[in-house]
Protein backbone atom coordinates (compact mmCIF):
# COMPACT_ATOMS: atom_id res chain seq x y z
CA UNK A 1 0.00 0.00 0.00
CA UNK A 2 1.45 3.43 -0.96
CA UNK A 3 2.06 5.48 2.32
CA UNK A 4 -0.12 8.72 2.28
CA UNK A 5 1.75 11.91 0.10
CA UNK A 6 0.93 15.07 2.50
CA UNK A 7 1.78 18.94 0.94
CA UNK A 8 2.21 21.42 3.96
CA UNK A 9 2.45 25.48 4.01
CA UNK A 10 4.03 26.90 6.50
CA UNK A 11 6.58 29.72 6.49
CA UNK A 12 7.04 29.37 10.11
CA UNK A 13 10.52 27.85 10.69
CA UNK A 14 9.59 26.19 14.15
CA UNK A 15 6.06 25.25 13.48
CA UNK A 16 7.15 23.61 10.22
CA UNK A 17 10.04 21.84 11.55
CA UNK A 18 7.13 20.53 14.38
CA UNK A 19 5.08 19.21 11.48
CA UNK A 20 8.00 17.77 9.60
CA UNK A 21 9.11 15.54 12.67
CA UNK A 22 5.24 14.72 13.65
CA UNK A 23 4.75 13.52 9.91
CA UNK A 24 8.54 11.51 9.71
CA UNK A 25 7.63 9.52 12.63
CA UNK A 26 4.24 8.57 11.57
CA UNK A 27 6.02 7.64 8.36
CA UNK A 28 4.16 9.74 5.70
CA UNK A 29 5.57 11.02 3.14
CA UNK A 30 5.64 14.89 2.78
CA UNK A 31 6.64 18.54 1.04
CA UNK A 32 6.63 21.27 2.22
CA UNK A 33 6.19 24.83 0.95
CA UNK A 34 7.00 28.16 2.09
CA UNK A 35 4.26 30.58 0.29
CA UNK A 36 1.50 30.84 -1.51
CA UNK A 37 3.15 30.34 -5.33
CA UNK A 38 4.66 27.42 -4.28
CA UNK A 39 1.98 25.43 -2.20
CA UNK A 40 -0.20 26.04 -5.70
CA UNK A 41 2.61 24.45 -7.75
CA UNK A 42 3.45 21.87 -5.53
CA UNK A 43 -0.31 21.01 -5.84
CA UNK A 44 -0.44 20.39 -9.22
CA UNK A 45 2.72 18.23 -9.19
CA UNK A 46 3.05 16.49 -6.11
CA UNK A 47 -0.71 15.43 -6.41
CA UNK A 48 -1.10 14.79 -2.32
CA UNK A 49 -3.45 13.35 -0.92
CA UNK A 50 -4.13 16.08 2.06
CA UNK A 51 -2.67 19.49 2.33
CA UNK A 52 -1.81 21.28 5.88
CA UNK A 53 -2.35 24.98 5.24
CA UNK A 54 -1.03 27.65 7.09
CA UNK A 55 -3.68 30.63 6.62
CA UNK A 56 -0.56 33.59 7.24
CA UNK A 57 1.59 33.38 4.50
CA UNK A 58 4.01 36.41 3.18
CA UNK A 59 2.89 36.50 -0.99
CA UNK A 60 -0.78 35.81 -0.23
CA UNK A 61 -3.75 34.58 2.20
CA UNK A 62 -4.56 31.24 2.54
CA UNK A 63 -8.04 31.94 1.90
CA UNK A 64 -7.18 32.44 -2.11
CA UNK A 65 -5.11 29.30 -1.77
CA UNK A 66 -8.05 27.39 -0.98
CA UNK A 67 -9.93 28.64 -3.79
CA UNK A 68 -7.86 27.94 -6.49
CA UNK A 69 -6.82 24.82 -5.12
CA UNK A 70 -11.00 24.11 -5.24
CA UNK A 71 -11.34 24.86 -8.26
CA UNK A 72 -9.83 22.02 -9.64
CA UNK A 73 -9.41 19.45 -6.39
CA UNK A 74 -10.98 17.99 -3.72
CA UNK A 75 -8.55 16.91 -1.88
CA UNK A 76 -8.90 17.05 1.47
CA UNK A 77 -7.17 20.46 3.14
CA UNK A 78 -6.75 21.11 7.32
CA UNK A 79 -6.35 24.99 7.93
CA UNK A 80 -3.95 25.09 10.50
CA UNK A 81 -3.91 28.54 11.97
CA UNK A 82 -3.33 31.38 14.90
CA UNK A 83 -6.81 32.97 14.04
CA UNK A 84 -8.94 31.61 16.21
CA UNK A 85 -12.06 33.53 15.91
CA UNK A 86 -15.36 31.90 15.07
CA UNK A 87 -15.26 34.42 11.84
CA UNK A 88 -11.93 33.25 10.44
CA UNK A 89 -13.10 29.52 10.58
CA UNK A 90 -16.32 30.03 8.55
CA UNK A 91 -14.94 32.30 6.09
CA UNK A 92 -11.91 28.94 5.17
CA UNK A 93 -14.54 26.40 5.60
CA UNK A 94 -16.90 27.91 3.24
CA UNK A 95 -14.08 28.85 1.16
CA UNK A 96 -13.61 25.32 0.46
CA UNK A 97 -11.36 23.86 3.84
CA UNK A 98 -12.56 20.78 5.57
CA UNK A 99 -10.79 21.27 8.91
CA UNK A 100 -9.91 23.75 11.36
CA UNK A 101 -6.94 23.37 13.61
CA UNK A 102 -6.21 26.17 15.87
CA UNK A 103 -2.40 27.11 17.07
CA UNK A 104 -1.13 26.39 18.94
CA UNK A 105 -2.04 22.52 18.62
CA UNK A 106 -1.18 19.08 20.27
CA UNK A 107 0.66 16.90 17.98
CA UNK A 108 -1.91 14.07 19.00
CA UNK A 109 -5.11 16.11 17.56
CA UNK A 110 -3.16 17.33 13.99
CA UNK A 111 -2.67 13.62 13.89
CA UNK A 112 -5.77 12.66 14.60
CA UNK A 113 -7.43 15.17 12.16
CA UNK A 114 -5.42 13.80 9.58
CA UNK A 115 -6.54 10.39 10.40
CA UNK A 116 -9.99 11.74 9.45
CA UNK A 117 -8.51 13.30 6.48
CA UNK A 118 -6.81 9.60 4.70
CA UNK A 119 -9.96 8.17 5.62
CA UNK A 120 -12.10 9.76 3.62
CA UNK A 121 -9.21 9.77 0.85
CA UNK A 122 -9.17 6.02 1.41
CA UNK A 123 -13.35 6.01 0.98
CA UNK A 124 -13.67 7.97 -1.68
CA UNK A 125 -11.09 6.27 -3.94
CA UNK A 126 -12.89 2.75 -3.37
CA UNK A 127 -16.24 4.05 -3.78
CA UNK A 128 -18.13 2.64 -6.72
CA UNK A 129 -20.91 3.65 -8.45
CA UNK A 130 -22.77 0.57 -6.45
CA UNK A 131 -21.43 1.50 -3.32
CA UNK A 132 -22.55 5.14 -3.46
CA UNK A 133 -26.20 4.26 -3.51
CA UNK A 134 -25.49 3.19 -0.11
CA UNK A 135 -23.97 4.84 2.92
CA UNK A 136 -22.42 3.09 5.75
CA UNK A 137 -20.88 4.56 9.06
CA UNK A 138 -20.24 2.87 11.94
CA UNK A 139 -23.91 1.82 12.70
CA UNK A 140 -25.79 4.27 10.44
CA UNK A 141 -26.63 3.06 7.15
CA UNK A 142 -28.52 5.17 4.75
CA UNK A 143 -30.06 3.65 1.40
CA UNK A 144 -30.02 6.72 -1.14
CA UNK A 145 -32.01 4.64 -3.88
CA UNK A 146 -35.20 3.84 -0.79
CA UNK A 147 -34.98 7.01 0.74
CA UNK A 148 -34.31 5.55 4.39
CA UNK A 149 -31.97 5.45 6.98
CA UNK A 150 -31.17 2.87 9.92
CA UNK A 151 -29.08 3.07 12.93
CA UNK A 152 -28.29 -0.43 14.90
CA UNK A 153 -30.70 -2.31 12.05
CA UNK A 154 -33.82 -0.19 13.31
CA UNK A 155 -35.43 2.10 10.71
CA UNK A 156 -34.78 5.72 11.50
CA UNK A 157 -38.28 7.62 11.26
CA UNK A 158 -36.88 10.78 9.95
CA UNK A 159 -38.73 14.55 8.43
CA UNK A 160 -38.33 15.35 5.14
CA UNK A 161 -35.77 17.79 6.23
CA UNK A 162 -34.53 15.34 9.11
CA UNK A 163 -33.60 13.32 5.91
CA UNK A 164 -31.39 15.57 3.90
CA UNK A 165 -29.61 16.99 6.55
CA UNK A 166 -29.00 13.33 7.63
CA UNK A 167 -27.56 13.19 3.33
CA UNK A 168 -26.02 16.42 3.52
CA UNK A 169 -23.61 15.17 6.98
CA UNK A 170 -23.33 11.50 5.11
CA UNK A 171 -21.91 12.92 2.09
CA UNK A 172 -19.26 15.13 3.93
CA UNK A 173 -18.44 12.39 6.36
CA UNK A 174 -15.43 14.00 8.63
CA UNK A 175 -15.65 17.66 6.99
CA UNK A 176 -16.99 20.62 8.99
CA UNK A 177 -20.43 22.11 7.21
CA UNK A 178 -20.84 25.30 8.30
CA UNK A 179 -24.04 27.19 9.36
CA UNK A 180 -24.24 28.78 5.89
CA UNK A 181 -23.49 26.23 3.36
CA UNK A 182 -26.16 23.83 5.33
CA UNK A 183 -28.71 26.41 5.44
CA UNK A 184 -28.07 27.08 1.81
CA UNK A 185 -27.96 23.34 0.38
CA UNK A 186 -31.15 22.97 2.69
CA UNK A 187 -33.08 25.79 2.08
CA UNK A 188 -31.94 27.66 -0.46
CA UNK A 189 -31.67 31.72 -0.80
CA UNK A 190 -28.74 33.55 -0.49
CA UNK A 191 -26.22 33.84 2.53
CA UNK A 192 -28.60 37.17 4.04
CA UNK A 193 -31.25 33.99 4.25
CA UNK A 194 -28.85 32.35 6.68
CA UNK A 195 -29.86 34.30 10.03
CA UNK A 196 -33.04 34.07 9.76
CA UNK A 197 -32.83 30.67 8.98
CA UNK A 198 -30.52 29.50 11.66
CA UNK A 199 -32.95 28.99 14.35
CA UNK A 200 -34.87 26.32 12.13
CA UNK A 201 -31.62 24.42 11.35
CA UNK A 202 -31.03 24.17 15.09
CA UNK A 203 -34.37 23.02 16.04
CA UNK A 204 -34.16 20.59 13.23
CA UNK A 205 -30.65 19.60 14.05
CA UNK A 206 -31.70 18.77 18.09
CA UNK A 207 -34.52 16.60 16.80
CA UNK A 208 -32.36 14.79 14.47
CA UNK A 209 -30.08 13.85 16.94
CA UNK A 210 -33.03 12.81 19.71
CA UNK A 211 -34.00 10.15 16.42
CA UNK A 212 -30.05 8.95 15.78
CA UNK A 213 -28.24 9.53 18.79
CA UNK A 214 -28.84 6.91 21.66
CA UNK A 215 -26.92 8.90 24.36
CA UNK A 216 -27.32 13.02 23.62
CA UNK A 217 -24.36 13.78 26.34
CA UNK A 218 -22.00 11.66 23.76
CA UNK A 219 -23.17 12.10 20.89
CA UNK A 220 -21.64 9.29 18.39
CA UNK A 221 -22.46 11.10 14.78
CA UNK A 222 -22.89 14.37 14.65
CA UNK A 223 -20.57 16.76 16.13
CA UNK A 224 -21.51 20.69 16.81
CA UNK A 225 -18.89 23.19 16.12
CA UNK A 226 -19.79 26.02 18.27
CA UNK A 227 -20.58 29.13 16.27
CA UNK A 228 -19.68 27.28 13.42
CA UNK A 229 -21.48 24.23 11.95
CA UNK A 230 -21.50 20.69 12.40
CA UNK A 231 -19.65 17.50 11.27
CA UNK A 232 -20.57 13.82 10.76
CA UNK A 233 -17.91 11.90 12.61
CA UNK A 234 -16.22 8.99 10.65
CA UNK A 235 -16.18 5.17 12.24
CA UNK A 236 -14.89 2.32 11.20
CA UNK A 237 -16.49 1.01 8.16
CA UNK A 238 -16.35 -2.58 9.01
CA UNK A 239 -18.57 -1.96 12.00
CA UNK A 240 -21.61 -0.92 9.78
CA UNK A 241 -24.83 -2.78 10.57
CA UNK A 242 -26.79 -3.72 7.74
CA UNK A 243 -30.81 -3.14 8.11
CA UNK A 244 -32.89 -6.45 8.50
CA UNK A 245 -35.04 -7.51 5.25
Known amino acids: ??????????????????????????????????????????????????????????????????????SWSNMPIIVVSARADDWDKVTALDAGADDYLTKPFSVDELLARLRVALRRVR??????????????????VIDYAAGCAWRDGEELHLTPIEYKL???????????LTHNYIISEI??????NAASELPS???????????????????????THIGVGYRMIQHNRDSAVSPEA
Open 1 to 70: MNKPQILFVEDDTAVGNLIATTLETQDYQFHRAKNGQQAILDALSFRPDVMLLDLGLPDMDGIEIIKKIR
Open 123 to 140: YDSQKTSEASARYQNGGL
Open 166 to 176: LCLLAKNTGKV
Open 187 to 192: WGGSAD
Open 201 to 223: LRVFMATLRKKLETDQSHPQYIQ
